[in-house]
């Protein structure tokens, strides 16, 4: 029963039918006898719904019920924290931490929204215990290592810290391989195609409903951004879409040998556009103004995007390199996601290259790209949001407010709802010792 009930809810949920998909994944929530597998995707498919306010009052009704089963209650925990529910969350992780204290990924999770007071906490010590008994090979070493090394970075303990943190990126690179080399020149022949657009009359459908993209190098405060632009105004924040490049990727860019003709590429475009629209539309419930899309692939693709999305901007975000940097490589992303996140010179490398497309668009773009400081941002927060606002044509929000329990699904996920604040500024500065590859390979002075 609930296995059709959900292959229903998946049909309407990739034919876009928003309502319906939304009733059904309910269904299979409340089913008796919804597996523990099929209950987990369900929910993770009404946030992406934006269906919050059932998943936060179906978690509150049942949570207790699933303690006994740590992968369901753990995850449950996981869903309370990108809600902001970090209370809940901790309270969850420490009694399953109580019964399955050699569980690695209990440790990350619990680490990831609970601040540590002292490096003699008791789950500090044991996950330090667990970390040293696997296996190199075992992925949980990695996100452990993670988490065990930015429990000690808070409390200052850098020494300590790095020792977790360049295991863990050492061990994790062993499974991938970056090359700046390979992808500077695939930048340069991307950006080198979507010049050639420029010139080109691309008529697409009009919409009501436009994207605003918020892009920059991971770890540079884009998540910051976003959420300071949807709570002040009138804007609905759509979260980290990957739908854009994604289309980019499957219907332009490997098929450019059949898109040789003007019309041909008129028709990809128009198809991009029309597609990307209905699919935030699904996901937000957003028919008009603008959605925010905190869209990490910007960089590659700004040509595309402008043409797809004529009312459209680009706002990227240029955070300190040095900072940048630092918490790209302490930070931990799954691994296969950020193949360059685990050596210096490749995160060196990474940012360089992110740099000069940005600066490209900026200089072919300036009335619908434009670049922000990140300490800008921070220092004079309201200034800089307003002026963003103000070249995009966004209302303000007369009734903003700030609000912890929204969705954020970022590793920001705690640190994008804090107030703003100057701590993290500069903060590569007390550990600088650790990074001296980063300075050599960048040219950092």
Not at 76 to 100: K, W
Not at 250 to 277: G, P, W
Not at 412 to 440: G, I, P, Y
């Amino acid at each position: 029963m609930s296995a059709s009930l959900f292959n229903k809810a998946e049909a309407f949920f990739s034919s876009c039918k928003r309502p319906q998909a939304i009733t059904a994944y309910r269904k299979v929530c409340e089913a008796d006898s919804t597996s523990q597998k099929l209950l987990l995707t369900s929910l993770r498919r009404l946030l992406t719904l934006d269906d919050l306010t059932y998943v936060r009052e179906f978690l509150d009704r049942h949570h207790s019920a699933y303690l006994n089963k740590v992968e369901v209650a753990a995850e449950f925990a996981h869903l309370y924290q990108l809600l902001g529910r970090f209370r809940v969350a901790n309270d969850i992780l420490e009694e399953l931490l109580s019964y399955h204290p050699d569980d690695a990924q209990l440790y990350r999770l619990y680490f990831s929204s609970f601040q540590i007071k002292s490096a003699q906490d008791e789950h500090l010590q044991r996950s330090q215990n667990l970390w040293h008994a696997l296996n190199d090979a075992d992925e949980n070493k990695v996100q452990l290592g993670f988490a065990i090394g930015n429990s000690f970075f808070s409390l200052e303990m850098y020494d300590e810290a790095f020792h977790f943190i360049d295991r863990a990126n050492e061990l994790q690179s062993r499974k991938f391989t970056y090359d700046g080399k390979l992808r500077s020149e695939q930048l340069k022949q991307l950006v080198a195609l979507q010049d050639t657009l420029s010139d080109l009359e691309i008529s697409v459908k009009s919409s009501k409903l436009s994207p605003l993209f918020v892009s920059g190098v991971p770890r540079s405060g884009t998540t910051l951004l976003d959420r300071l632009l949807t709570q002040k105004f009138n804007v609905k924040s759509g979260r980290e879409f990957s739908y854009s490049f994604d289309l980019i990727y499957k219907d332009i860019i490997t098929q450019r040998r059949n898109l040789t003709s003007s019309v041909a590429m008129q028709k990809a475009i128009r198809k991009l556009s029309s597609t990307y629209l209905q699919l935030i539309r699904r996901d937000t419930g957003q028919d008009e103004g603008y959605v925010t899309d905190k869209n990490m692939q910007a960089y590659l693709s700004t040509g595309y995007l402008l043409k797809a999305f004529p009312s459209s901007h680009v706002v990227f975000v240029d955070r300190d390199p040095a900072e940048t940097a630092l918490s790209v490589y302490r930070n931990g992303f799954m691994t296969g996601t950020h193949v360059y996140s685990n050596k210096w010179k490749d995160i060196a490398a990474q940012i360089k290259l992110h740099q000069s497309a940005v600066s490209h668009w900026c200089e072919r773009y300036p009335e619908r790209v434009r670049c922000v400081k990140y300490n800008d941002i921070v220092e004079r927060t309201n200034e800089v949001v307003r002026n963003i606002a103000q070249s995009c044509s966004l209302k303000e929000n007369l009734y903003s407010q700030t609000r912890i329990d929204d969705l954020v699904t970022t590793i920001s996920f705690q640190q994008s709802r804090a107030t703003v604040h100057k701590k993290s500024l500069n903060l590569w500065k007390k550990c600088s010792d650790h990074m001296q590859e980063f300075f050599d390979c960048y040219g950092f002075k």
